[in-house]
T-cell receptor, first 114, second 111 residues
Framework: EAGVTQSPTHLIKTRGQQATLRCSPI?????VYWYQQALGLGLQFLLW???????NRGNFPPRFSGRQFPNYSSELNVNALELEDSALYLC?????????????FGEGSWLTVV | AQSVTQLGSHVSVSEGALVLLRCNYS??????LFWYVQYPNQGLQLLLK??????LVKGINGFEAEFKKSETSFHLTKPSAHMSDAAEYFC?????????FGTGTRLLVSP
């Protein structure tokens, strides 16, 4: 069974540009989560999507946005990139969110803003 | 709000020694607790989780953790460290809407 897959693996963008990261959840999982792991800042919750709807959002500015498609895949968009957006972006999936469900992570997408 | 605190950003052990990584949680409801491991340049892999039932939870790679409600702790242990255990370890607590992570503990294993 395929795990959570993310693309691209690495992405280099210039400050002010837009970045789009993609995620395919494990088959049968309807919930997708996005986390940012910046150097020295740990894992910060960004977004949670379930059944095509944004269900929860972390403390990030509106230029961080995303969506979930009918096949439950998801993309994360970061507009007006800033240098501090450089980080590993991790996508995770789980069955429809019920406390205690295991969340499975992908390998991440490295975003570098120069 | 639910949260976890990991004591020690770095822990160093010798190969063959006991590994003890500390995690304390704060939760107003019975918590669901997780330990994940992150190897260099990789995503997070589930080591083990506690939901209900037995308080001693066994995970992969010889790791285990004990849920102690009286101490609000969920420490991760392994009797004998291996070089391949060198990684970053994250404790997490589950809320309805997300997983809240601790700041992580980097485990260093020396020969």
């Amino acid at each position: 069974e395929a795990g959570v897959t993310q693309s691209p693996t690495h992405l280099i963008k210039t400050r002010g540009q837009q970045a789009t990261l993609r995620c395919s959840p494990i088959s049968g999982h309807t919930s997708v989560y996005w986390y940012q792991q910046a150097l020295g800042l740990g894992l910060q919750f960004l977004l949670w999507y379930d059944e095509g709807e944004e269900r929860n959002r972390g403390n990030f500015p509106p230029r961080f946005s995303g969506r979930q498609f009918p096949n439950y895949s998801s993309e994360l968009n970061v507009n007006a990139l800033e240098l501090e957006d450089s980080a590993l972006y991790l996508c995770a999936s789980s069955p429809r969110r019920v406390s205690g469900n295991t969340i499975y992570f992908g390998e991440g997408s490295w975003l570098t803003v120069v | 709000a639910q949260s976890v605190t990991q004591l020690g950003s770095h822990v160093s052990v010798s190969e063959g020694a006991l590994v003890l990584l500390r995690c304390n949680y704060s939760s107003s409801v019975p918590p669901y607790l997780f330990w994940y491991v992150q190897y260099p340049n990789q995503g997070l892999q589930l080591l083990l989780k506690y939901t209900t039932g037995a308080t001693l939870v066994k995970g992969i790679n010889g790791f285990e953790a004990e849920f102690k409600k009286s101490e609000t702790s969920f420490h991760l242990t392994k009797p004998s460290a291996h070089m391949s255990d060198a990684a970053e370890y994250f404790c997490a607590v589950s809320t309805f809407q997300k997983l809240v992570f601790g700041t992580g503990t980097r485990l260093l294993v020396s020969p």
